[in-house]
């Protein structure tokens, strides 16, 4: 209740302020004339040296942090918000995110066929919220999946003030090919059922269809460089039809992912993908791939994309390579634990878990091997706010807190092309702040408990009180 209530008051605050001032809150996308803030907690988390100080302090000026540290000064008049037994931490960065589906299980089922436009904006406005108040302040939308630009209103309303939310990097609809990921496949061609993507063959396509997205108001460029995917037994022919075609009656061989050979088609050639990376890098911006495996991974990382999301096969080159050019990869375990816990069928979860299992042996291949990491959960087909899930899997399948922590600030700000403004608690910074329970270099589910959240400036959601519960 309490939260609400705060945000309803800063909200309105915005709203009740006259077109000018309104016009420079919203343009610095938060309070600019409001006085100082202190935020004085028992610990604070240092992002690059990788420690936690007590106590802990922020100074707030405007949309940015002015100081942080034990302590900080406390101008005259400055409000002075004590947060109690919690660590204060940049706010959270998810670089894959989906604000345009919501949980449909088992997959994310017909929704984009079966809601309008308008239906699947007023969802994203309300998964843009649910993400905020769980400790997400900026993130990567990777694709609205059919609606079009629609991402656009939504991260201008942001922007704006007008209502709650991350801020956003948006892609308007991924790039596919022709009969590629996400095209309408299977149904009554006499429907001319719309894919999800938009669609382009060759380089020219490519840099066309970026600038047409471009100017409908993109920030970076996603595209589908695996299409269909399929785990087969090592040593047989893939099978066709079947997106994982996993024979059941395996017995404990289904669960051992040595026992698999995984097989994805790439979509786009290596020259293709650097037309578009250059296209990209003129518009001042870069391209994300989904990128379930090889060779695909290979051209996109020869290309210089900014990430490979999902990453389930990376070749021993292919992760040398994105450790020499820094090109993190991104898991996403927390979808394929999702569907592999809410498949419709017995046989359906076997598939899924031997996937699941698959793609934990090939990470802990990748952590051994230093390859650079970012976090993001591909939230959408399962519930906004829950994605920081992510943070504990990724610790359980093999890497520490501390190192999750900064692969997801440092790591996720660049990709995100927000490194010099998000992802650390420094003078300068965007004020972009949140505070957890305990210590989450001791324990990772602390940032699932998320007690207080600062967008530039604004308080999203506070406990109110010295406990920080
Ligand atoms: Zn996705």
Request: some cysteine.
């Amino acid at each position: 209740m309490k939260r609400f209530a705060c945000l309803t008051a800063a909200l309105t605050m915005i709203a009740a302020a006259p077109p000018a001032a309104r016009a420079q809150a919203t343009r610095s996308g938060s309070a600019a004339n409001t006085p100082a803030i202190v935020l004085h907690a028992a610990r604070l988390f240092e992002v690059v040296p990788g420690r936690i100080v007590s106590p802990g302090e922020v100074l707030v000026e405007g949309d940015r942090i002015k100081a942080a540290g034990t302590s900080v000064p406390h101008p005259a008049g400055a409000r002075v918000i004590d947060l109690g037994d919690t660590t204060l931490m940049p706010g959270l960065i998810d670089a894959h995110v989906h604000l345009f589906l919501h949980p449909s299980p088992p997959s994310e089922g017909m929704q984009t066929v079966d809601e309008s436009v308008p239906e699947r904006t007023i969802e994203a406005t309300l998964a843009a919220k649910a993400d905020l108040m769980a400790g997400f302040t900026a993130e990567r939308d990777m694709g609205t999946e059919g609606a079009g630009p629609a991402d656009t209103a939504v991260r201008d309303a942001i922007d704006a003030g007008k209502i709650p939310g991350p801020r956003l990097r948006i892609s308007g609809m991924a790039i596919s090919i022709l009969g590629g990921h996400e095209d309408a496949i299977g149904y009554n061609p006499a429907q001319h059922v719309l894919g999800n993507a938009d669609y382009a063959n060759d380089a020219e396509q490519l840099v066309e269809t970026i600038r047409e997205q471009h100017k409908l108001g993109s920030s970076f460029v996603k595209i589908y460089e695996t299409g269909t995917d399929r785990m087969v037994p090592h040593g047989s022919a893939p099978c066709l039809g079947d997106p994982i075609c996993t024979p059941l009656g395996l017995g404990a061989q289904a669960g051992d992912p040595q026992f698999w050979d995984f097989h994805t088609p790439y979509q786009y050639t290596e020259d293709q993908l650097k037309a578009a990376v250059a296209e990209a890098a003129r518009l001042d911006t870069n391209v994300g791939v989904h990128c379930q495996g090889e060779p695909a991974a290979r051209f996109a990382v020869e290309a210089g994309v900014a990430s490979i999301d999902h990453a389930t096969q990376l070749s021993d080159e292919t992760m040398k390579l994105m450790k020499e050019k820094d090109i993190p990869a991104v898991p996403t375990f927390t979808i394929f634990k999702y569907f592999a816990d809410h498949a419709p069928s017995a046989a359906a979860k076997a598939r899924e878990y031997a996937m699941l299992d698959y793609k934990i042996h090939e990470f802990k291949r990748q952590v051994a091997a230093g390859t650079p990491m970012a976090i993001g959960s591909d939230v959408g087909p399962f519930p906004h706010g829950t994605q920081a899930e992510e943070f504990a899997l990724m610790v359980k399948y093999g890497m520490t807190p501390l190192a999750v922590l900064q692969a997801d600030y440092l790591n996720g700000s660049r990709i995100l092309t927000w490194q010099n403004e998000v992802g650390q608690l420094k003078p300068g910074y965007f004020a972009d702040v949140i505070a957890v329970p305990g210590n989450p270099l001791e324990d990772i589910t602390a940032v699932q408990h998320v007690a207080f959240v600062m967008k530039g400036g604004v308080v999203y959601k506070s406990a109110g009180g010295g406990n920080g519960n």
